[in-house]
């Protein structure tokens, strides 16, 4: 028998935040469409079914059209509204601009802002149809501030952030209500795979709690609000300090955690 329950769908579901993100949905009673570029995706979506609910599993690569288009087609035809969605999938690159190849900076806009922007047209235009639905659009405390050594990543965040806060006011009235999350340092694998592991942000030990950033974030996107800070009070802090301080001293200070070799 077709699972009467709200479906939802995450981006990016296989690990880090993401899965966290589609378990908050699974403890909540929602079934998850989870998509992720490795195998591991078909695992990850095992692990959700044991918390009581149907999860979907597509693997895909979401820095093309294909992909992107394949997990969405691939959601639709679980038969359902979707009644919510994470667009959580991101990547970062460390290291330097002038060393890190075209593909690498490309890569990023590819999976960061034009599967977003993909996505987010998909899923907009089919809620709006439904007069329902809540988009989380995960950007980050990155967004507030340049990010040297990861010198692409920042400003495609900042796109998600805008991007997010833009829609959310045009959907004013129909039903469909648009979140941010703005995680901190979290350790899931992000930095390890943005080749990062020698800097000051690939030592895990410091990071949020990854389960509580996606609780916070999903608790945002339950209530309605257009963005929250992912992370403990000093991560929050942060992003209200980030405010008012220039953009030349944030972007010593980011240095300072991303340049290569510079683990504590
Ligand atoms: N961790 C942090 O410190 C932090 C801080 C602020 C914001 N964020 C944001 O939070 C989001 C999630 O990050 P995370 O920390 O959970 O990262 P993560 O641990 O690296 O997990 C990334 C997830 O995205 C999937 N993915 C990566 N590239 C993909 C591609 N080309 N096609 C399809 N799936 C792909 C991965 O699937 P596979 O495992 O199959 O590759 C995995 O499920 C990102 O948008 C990131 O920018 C993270």
């Known amino acids: 028998m077709t699972s ?10 296989s690990s ?16 998850v469409a989870i998509s992720g570029r490795s195998e591991r995706v078909f695992a990850s979506a095992d692990r959700l079914t044991k918390l009581g609910v149907e999860a979907y599993a597509y693997q895909g690569d979401a820095a093309t059209f294909e992909g992107v288009e394949g997990f969405w087609e691939f959601t639709l035809s679980q038969g359902r509204p979707v009644a919510a969605a994470a667009l959580n999938v991101g990547i970062g690159r460390g290291g330097a601009f002038v060393d890190n190849t075209l593909e690498d900076e490309f890569a990023i806009i590819a999976v960061n802002i034009t599967g977003t922007v993909h996505m987010a047209k998909r899923v907009v235009q089919h809620m709006v149809r439904n007069g329902d639905g809540k988009i989380l659009i995960v950007s ?4 507030t501030t340049p990010t040297p050594f990861e010198t692409v990543y920042g400003p495609s965040k900042a796109f998600g952030y805008s991007f997010a806060e833009s829609i959310r006011e045009e959907l004013r ?3 469909v209500s648009v979140t941010a999350l703005l995680p901190g340092a979290t350790n899931s694998d992000f930095h390890a795979n943005a080749g990062m592991g020698d800097t000051k942000y690939g030592d895990n030990s410091w990071k949020n709690d990854k389960t ?3 609780r916070q974030g999903f ?4 209530n309605g609000e257009d963005h929250v800070v992912g992370g403990d009070e000093a991560t929050k802090q942060v992003v209200i300090d ?15 955690g991303a340049r290569p070799n510079q683990r504590r």
């Open 4 to 13: 009467t329950r709200p479906l939802s769908l995450v981006t990016g579901g």
């Open 16 to 31: 880090g935040i993401g899965f966290e993100l589609a378990a908050q949905f699974a403890e909540h009673g929602y079934d």
């Open 140 to 143: 980050s405390v990155s967004a």
């Open 173 to 175: 009235g129909t039903g």
């Open 212 to 214: 509580e950033v996606a």
């Open 219 to 222: 608790e945002a996107l339950m």
């Open 242 to 256: 980030n405010r008012t301080i220039p953009e030349a001293v944030k972007a010593a200070h980011h240095a300072k």
